[in-house]
């Protein structure tokens, strides 16, 4: 099975600044890697994703992320934060088992708190 | 126009009772899931359905029981509640069962057991 590890439960960043949350997975295969947006009281918002078509993928809302095999990441970064940014970040790797069943991992999730 | 809804979105109930979450998306996929949020913002898959069968079923107490009518529909019905099942419980859905298909989320149920 794959699985997802989101570094630093929570990032506080000042208006303006970069913003940078971690991911690193690990798998055997070449795997599918998503994030996702999480608002207060709100489900999960698909930020972006990576299927292998190139390794810098560009997302809603300005976020972009890369994905490096020879690191297994897939940081996720925006080069200005904005007080709409604040929310729970997911990342996510897909898990295609044995059995021909697909099912989402996903990680414990990053606080980002923008300060004005 | 909402995408994928379920109700009731707030739900609280005392411990041995039964209670339903009804979930219904209107994207036309086909393939649709139940995820569990704890506390700490975990989520945890706890079934899918592709075209109404059950894909997977991950280890979910069997007090748990899903139900898809049709393909556009999944409802999650709990028998004797725990405390522990408190929990705020998502729908999604994705077009197709692949890997690389994207989930859509509903709002969410925020499950109160007391």
């Known amino acids: 099975a794959q699985s997802v590890t989101q570094l630093g439960s929570h990032v506080s960043v000042s208006e303006g600044a970069l913003v940078l949350l971690r991911c690193n997975y690990s798998?055997?295969?070449?795997?599918?890697l998503f994030w996702y947006v999480q608002y207060p009281n709100q489900g999960l918002q698909l930020l972006l994703k990576y299927t292998s078509a190139a390794t810098l993928v560009k997302g809603i809302n300005g976020f972009e992320a890369e994905f490096k095999k020879s690191e297994t990441s897939f940081h996720l970064t925006k080069p200005s934060a904005h007080m709409s940014d604040a929310a729970e970040y997911f990342c996510a790797v897909s898990d295609f088992g044995d059995t021909g069943r697909r099912a989402l991992t996903f990680g414990s999730g990053t606080r980002l708190q923008v300060q004005p | 126009d909402t995408a994928v809804s379920q109700t009731p979105k707030y739900l609280v109930t005392q411990m041995g009772n039964d209670k339903s979450i009804k979930c219904e998306q209107n994207l036309g996929h086909d393939t649709m899931y139940w995820y569990k949020q704890d506390s700490k913002k975990f989520l945890k898959i706890m079934f899918s359905?592709?075209?109404?069968?059950?894909?997977i079923n991950e280890t979910v107490p069997n007090r748990f029981s899903p139900k898809s009518p049709d393909k556009a529909h999944l409802n999650l019905h709990i028998n004797s509640l725990e405390l522990g099942d408190s929990a705020v419980y998502f729908c999604?859905?994705?077009?197709?069962?692949?890997?690389?298909?994207?989930?859509?989320f509903g709002n969410g149920t925020r499950l109160t057991v007391t």
């Open positions: 359905y592709n075209n109404k069968e059950l894909i």
């Open positions: 798998s055997s295969v070449p795997p599918y």
């Open positions: 999604a859905s994705s077009r197709t069962r692949d890997s690389n298909s994207p989930l859509h």
